[in-house]
């Protein structure tokens, strides 16, 4: 390497921090999707969990819902297993109450200290979602919820899917991100040539944008419905759609755009949760979002159709990163030598977005 | 707090050792239930735990059982997966056969060292239950069995019931001891407004005392069964009754007075049993005594409801003191913050008569 | 002992070095069988292990099996997982292929490293089994394969078995050398009485020989089958037959010679492969054959029920190992008293022809 710019620096692998990905915190200065609306009727309580930290969401008989530490300070119970009665969270063991602003109201126990009061969460919902914002409190009104415009545009259908999936967040965000991975789906969707048309990248986000011919195979009909038609020139997928790919830290989504059609014919919004504390699982909250059909309710019909179709494709990409993270266990670290640009970058984003491992700074 | 007196100094949580509590083992200088009686029939033996210690209670075809420790000192193999021959366990693998003093006798092999001799534990046999003292033999004698007479008595019958609980033994006193958790129960019992009537306390033991009173919901059957009749005053339950309960340590009891019978309706007697190492594992021996009715059989007739009744209050605290032992993992320590006296004098009673954990005695 | 020739105190426990035996490793400088030749079809791959190391046995459609390390160096997945195109194993993920020499083909992907190459392993297939050598490569050529020549002689049937085992492999060699423990199979095989006849040893062998008499219960039918008859003359099985059990390093065979048959009635082959990297697992692979008797077809007739009585045999052994394993973990390491100079001269076998633990070596 004769030119060494700032920019292939960036992009060497050498000079990247001496930090091992997966162990990398994600930033909790952010919203993040605890559970999903219909999780939580009205009068009930969820116990969730933000990178170890236990979360009970409450949703009153009436009001907002709100969130406390899921913990009872007096024998630390999970306060999720209790009862909502009122506005109030009930421990199921002695019956302290907490209230939406975690103030402890107790039932004839005549305490001597000070009634313990416990820590509250900004917490939010929003299509379909409940965030919440682990951060600094006083940013939290600055930073604004995600925007996921296409699941109340009527033009589209929106699919949520989700499970926790055993690995770090960042094997999520590189496997969405490398469409080189096509081969893993090739049971699915027939062989796919990704051609690679460029990426752009910034302080907060990495985009990169593909092309994708049809090898070999036929098209799925799953396919076909989400592009409209089935192409009867031959130039069947032949480099005429557009894919973006783009982690929006700490969020991700991906785009499909094709020759004709203003809008585009998929929308993807994904965000990886981290469970635990070395956050070496995580929580997927996804929204697929495919633009609705000219004839009406054909995409209705073919929906479950389509549902089975992404689960697959989901389930394969879930076998993968966590053998990935398998692997990084039994090798006790990071070893990939990544040679792609787009996901050295994407890499480097993380790092540099995220918080140092609890093993680096002692 | 003004008057500190050194009743109030030692209830104060500040002036309590510095020791966790879940930490603190049993004191093995008592007689502890390991098996009950019908589980080890003639010609059989048994492999039981007392603190990560492996014993194996051998029941020859004639004569008092026996307890070895549970390793073929050869190759290391419980000897309770063997076989009882005569007055000897006899090893499953090489055929080693030891006596009820632990001395070795070998069939067909030539031993070039001297024999080994396995440890022997006092073991003894009564109320239905098999119980080792696992201290200081030379204290084995002078320390009482403990004493459960409603088991003989004919005016009671009595339920024999247990499980191994994922908890350190102190979380079950103080569950039993803290009758502020009848709300635990609510489902089972109905609304039941606990008041304390006071609390003795000694060297060896703390005391409680309760009366209850119903505030909604009917009185289950089974619990009418327990106090003989159905309360037609409109006082049901209305502080009529006392509940006492007892941490005589190790032991546990629950008594339960009524007003115009002259003995206890029901009494309890309880021993947790540590199983592993760490204690953070305890198998359950309870013996719950009810008196019988004064229409003959009515008590036999109903036994199966008492049953079920009793199972499910049962399984309603196993469940909770075991979300406070993985709390407990959780937060690497106790984090309580108790409050209540009975509780601060039980917890001071359990540390002082056990043994220091073995981390802190290094 | 008043003779301490230098014999004598070889066999002495003391003089041994101070090394536990269960973390002794397995010499890698052998062949090792990994997995069965029918389990590998053509144009397919196999994920197996060698004391932690993943191997991938590859079957091209045409041409020899491979084997590689199981490992894309790209993103540490599994080859296994992957699909054998021709000659080439191509990873799941994103369809790196390497060749029988491990050298990476990358289809469609701009490498800007060197394509990284992966370790190649010595692979042979012989009798029936898939061996590797994982030791040091220049030997490979120098050390033979195992012979077994019973599989290819029609005079014998030969029985393949083998599972995983959940023990150190020398827990394996000690129980097949060690027939005083015929008393754990005496529910299967009655009351067997071994006379040991002697030992030889050599720097990579040792070798027992017993003879036995039944004590009690009638010889099973299975039994009978193996020496070809049940013997009429009352002197059932007493000391007329040889049973020989050597130990060559690192395989283990058993023979069974009986008066008036020329050649042996029993020849068992096997072999016990370390799987993880603390070698405390191991995979057993067996070739039990058995002579043909005289009445054609009799012998297959009985294979079903020989079957089920080696599995049993097989079954009880196996419980016995991990017993003891389970053991060696709860006491943190060997306590075994062992006093039979058979044993003893095997542990210094295996010691002296093993490698030092990863702890003692630092």
């Given amino acids: 390497m004769t030119g060494n710019t700032s920019e292939t620096a960036a992009l060497d692998g050498a000079a990247l921090p001496q930090q091992d990905i997966r162990r ?37 008989e009436a009001g907002a819902i709100f969130a406390l530490d899921d913990v009872c300070p007096h024998r630390q119970l999970p306060l999720s297993k209790g009862v909502v009665c009122g506005d109030f969270i009930r421990c199921a063991y002695h019956g302290l109450k907490y209230s939406r602003r975690g103030q402890c109201f ?20 929003k299509d379909g979602l409940i965030f919440v914002f682990m951060g600094d409190l006083e940013k939290s009104d600055s930073i604004a919820l995600p925007d996921i415009p296409r699941v109340r545009d009527p033009h589209y259908r929106t699919r949520r ?4 999936v055993q690995c770090h967040y960042s094997f999520m965000h590189e496997n969405l991100m490398d469409m080189n991975h096509q081969i893993l789906h090739s049971r699915l969707v027939g062989s796919m040539k990704p051609r690679f048309l460029g990426m752009d990248r910034g ?30 020139d031959g130039r069947d997928f032949a480099y005429r759609d557009v894919m973006t790919i783009r982690t929006q830290y700490p969020y991700q989504t991906l785009q499909i755009e094709t020759e004709g059609i203003d809008e585009p014919v998929m929308e993807l919004w994904i965000a990886y949760v981290p469970q635990d504390r070395e956050e070496l699982t ?43 993270q398998q692997a990084w266990r039994e090798q006790d670290g990071d070893r990939n030598q990544e040679v792609f640009p787009v996901i050295m970058a994407l890499r480097q984003l993380l790092i540099q977005n995220g ?8």
């Avoid at 001597?112 to 939010?124: G, M, V």
């Avoid at 633009?291 to 019909?301: A, C, G, N």
């Avoid at 073919?302 to 389930?315: C, G, K, N, Y």
């Fill in 24 to 60: 990398v915190r994600s930033n909790p200065d952010f919203w993040y999707p605890v559970a999903w609306s219909r999780e939580l009727r009205r009068g009930r309580a969820i116990g969730v969990r933000y990178a170890g930290q236990p979360i009970v969401v409450v949703r009153p």
């Fill in 106 to 125: 107790s039932p004839g126990m005549k305490l001597e200290n000070e009634p313990p009061r416990l820590r509250t969460w900004a917490c939010r919902e």
């Fill in 161 to 164: 899917f989700g499970k926790v």
């Fill in 203 to 232: 302080e907060d986000f990495v985009e990169a944008r593909y092309t994708f011919a049809r090898t070999s195979g036929r098209q799925p009909l799953s396919e076909a419905l989400i592009y409209g038609q089935r192409r009867k």
């Fill in 282 to 324: 995580n929580r997927v909250f996804g929204l697929l979002s495919i633009r609705r059909l000219k004839i009406p309710f054909l995409l209705d019909l073919a929906w479950p159709l389509l549902i089975a179709f992404t689960e697959r494709v989901f389930t394969e990409d879930r076998e993968i990163v966590e053998l990935e």
């Fill in 355 to 362: 918080m140092p491992s609890r093993k680096d700074i002692g």
